[in-house]
């Protein structure tokens, strides 16, 4: 089997979660699995090696398991981003749209240092905001260029294309239609 053939298989799918009329796609079975896991951190990893990048970031909260391993097989720091209020210094503030909400991340001021080539790592797209925002308070944050990556990209909704068009190359491991069955 290839590795996108095991990452596939290691996802579990639930209908009507968080609300009716959602397929939510749960990579609780990815992390699970030591294969599937180990698959996914290599890729993305492979795909950041040649990029010179110098810290990783994730968004909460599956980001952060992903983006915290791939900084380790990188050999690079990870910055968290954050829902609101769950970080104790200042922050930058950046509000988005959900598929089916509002929300609000933030992330330390002084996160990056003088670091500019960022990876930002999340465990899907489906409408873009969550990344999108991510990468705006990188920008506040200091950094000149960002990537990101992802486990699972939506292609029946618009966000990787959103993500491309705002000047952020996308990896994305997966693609898949995120509709019901």
Request: charged share 20%; proline share 3%; aromatic share 8%.
């Amino acid at each position: 089997m290839t590795a996108k053939e095991i990452i596939h298989h290691a996802i579990r799918k639930i209908p009507d979660y968080p609300q009716k009329g959602i397929l939510f796609y749960d990579i609780t079975t990815i992390l699970n699995n030591a294969n599937a896991f180990h698959q996914v951190v290599n890729l993305i990893a492979d795909y950041a090696q040649d990029k010179h990048i110098e810290m990783v970031a994730g968004l909460e909260a599956r980001g952060f398991i992903l983006g915290a391993a791939v900084a380790y097989r990188l050999g690079l720091g990870f910055v968290p981003i954050r829902k609101k209020g769950k970080l104790p210094c200042a922050t930058f503030s950046q509000d988005y749209a959900l598929e089916y909400g509002n929300a609000t991340v933030e992330i330390h001021q002084d996160a990056l240092g003088s670091c500019q080539k960022v990876l930002l790592c999340d465990d899907l797209i489906a409408t873009g905001g969550t990344m999108l925002a991510g990468a705006e308070l990188l920008r506040q944050a200091g950094a000149s260029d960002i990537f990101t990556a992802c486990v699972i990209e939506f292609t029946d909704m618009d966000g990787g294309q959103k993500i491309r068009q705002a000047g952020l190359p996308l990896f994305s491991i997966l693609q898949a239609d995120g509709s019901m069955p």
